[in-house]
């Protein structure tokens, strides 16, 4: 991808950013799913030297992060497109945190299997996509834990983060839909990854 599609890509980000903490539905909540895109997009620039994404990775580290941003303005229980079809379908919940559960294991696949493939032995070995999807697996573990810590250190506070909605197979359902994301991804782009891939020069 080229330099002023990163520049334009990267202002968009910026715009919802700050569209996303302009009185935010809470603002402690906002800053814990916001968090997590600003480090993701302080990593892409400080190792950008090193370390090109693919075309397809940097778009959807763009989508993943848009969906964290707006997650952190609204609440994910209460995005208001998602209240609309909670309301329309007659749903029992607002299904906004299950899609970013879904997107916490379909984006990073593509992310882990572009590392490991340009970094690792492994490329087109026939162990990669299990150990992609394992990492997927591992990393919305941790989530979960980290939400879990959150919780515990500051009470009612993290309730909005936590997302539960009454939910107690809330984070069963949260890691099984990261993992669901991340086989989709690798097995559904998996053919456009390796053409940016072979015919993207050596990162590193």
């Known amino acids: 991808m080229s330099n002023k599609r ?20 809470d603002r402690f909540t906002w800053w814990l799913e916001v968090l ?3 480090i993701g997009v302080a990593a892409l620039i400080f190792t950008y030297r090193k370390f090109k994404f693919t075309s397809l990775a940097y778009i959807l580290i763009f989508i993943h992060c848009v969906i964290l941003i707006v997650g952190g303005h609204y609440t994910y229980a209460e995005m208001p497109l998602f209240n609309m079809l909670k309301d329309m379908l007659d749903l029992d919940r607002n299904y906004y945190d299950r899609l970013g559960h879904l997107a916490q294991g379909f984006i990073p696949s593509i992310i882990v299997r572009e590392i490991l493939w340009k970094t690792s032995p492994l490329r087109e070995n026939k162990w990669l ?33 936590l997302g539960t909605q009454g939910d107690v197979w809330d984070t069963q359902w949260d890691m099984l839909l990261a993992l669901i994301g991340a086989i989709t991804a690798y097995f559904t782009l998996h053919s456009i990854h390796n053409e940016q891939l072979k015919s993207q020069a050596p990162s590193i």
């Open 6 to 25: 990163l520049i334009g890509i990267f202002i968009l980000f910026l715009f919802f950013l700050i569209w996303s903490g302009i009185r935010p539905a």
């Open 36 to 38: 997590p895109a600003l």
């Open 129 to 161: 996509p299990f150990i992609v999807v394992c990492i997927c697996l591992a990393f919305s573990a941790t989530y979960e834990l980290i939400e879990f810590t959150v919780a515990v250190m500051t009470g009612e506070a993290a309730e909005a983060f």
